[in-house]
């Protein structure tokens, strides 16, 4: 893991650069292959943002059947990366830690463009409110720049 943090003295708020592995995910929250749908943090600031990547690869279990032929990666798997990628903003987070993070709403879905084998997904999610237990974020995923699918997530910790 490497670590870039914000100059002394400066008026930003500490700013994480990290590299993260799946396996260094794992210890921050409980999805677990297969479903797992991250792959890598690539940039983290606990409680506030986070930046994930999924390859998605031509073996990819969902594949099988969605569709014979036509493989796309379903947008609800993709909502799902999305998720996983908020609950490492949530879960990282010393007083949230070895907690479960649940959907509580979805809303603005919108799908843009499909993901096929081959793409790297660029998984971007900002927290915009926290209370008590609820949070909400604006989540956006990117395929080589152009917007894939965005949506407001409501999260709720147990």
Same mark, same amino acid.
């Given at each position: 893991? /490497?670590?870039?943090?914000?100059?002394?003295?400066?008026?930003?708020?500490?700013?994480?650069?990290?590299?993260?592995?799946s396996i260094?995910?794992q210890?921050?929250?409980?999805?677990?292959p297969?479903?797992?749908?991250?792959?890598? +943090?690539?940039?983290?600031?606990?409680?506030?943002?986070?930046?994930?990547?999924?390859?998605?690869?031509?073996?990819?279990w969902?594949?099988?059947?969605?569709?014979?032929?036509?493989?796309?990666?379903?947008?609800?798997? +993709?909502?799902?990366?999305?998720?996983? /990628?908020?609950?490492?903003?949530?879960?990282?987070?010393?007083?949230?830690?070895?907690?479960?993070?649940?959907?509580?709403?979805?809303?603005?879905?919108?799908?843009k463009?499909?993901?096929?084998?081959?793409?790297?997904?660029?998984?971007?999610?900002?927290?915009t409110?926290?209370?008590?237990?609820?949070?909400?974020?604006?989540?956006?995923? /990117?395929?080589?720049?152009?917007?894939?699918?965005?949506?407001?997530? /409501?999260?709720?910790?147990k």
């Amino acid at each position: 893991m /490497t670590y870039q943090i914000s100059a002394p003295g400066s008026n930003a708020l500490s700013h994480y650069r990290m590299s993260m592995d799946s396996i260094e995910i794992q210890k921050i929250i409980p999805h677990r292959p297969p479903f797992l749908l991250i792959d890598e +943090i690539v940039e983290l600031q606990p409680g506030k943002r986070a930046v994930g990547t999924k390859n998605v690869t031509a073996d990819e279990w969902f594949f099988q059947g969605h569709f014979p032929g036509y493989p796309i990666m379903p947008g609800v798997l +993709i909502i799902e990366a999305l998720a996983q /990628t908020g609950a490492v903003v949530i879960l990282s987070l010393p007083e949230h830690a070895g907690k479960i993070v649940l959907f509580a709403r979805i809303d603005k879905v919108k799908f843009k463009r499909e993901v096929k084998p081959g793409d790297r997904l660029l998984l971007e999610v900002d927290i915009t409110r926290w209370r008590g237990k609820i949070g909400k974020g604006l989540a956006q995923a /990117t395929v080589n720049g152009e917007l894939v699918a965005e949506a407001e997530l /409501t999260f709720s910790v147990k």
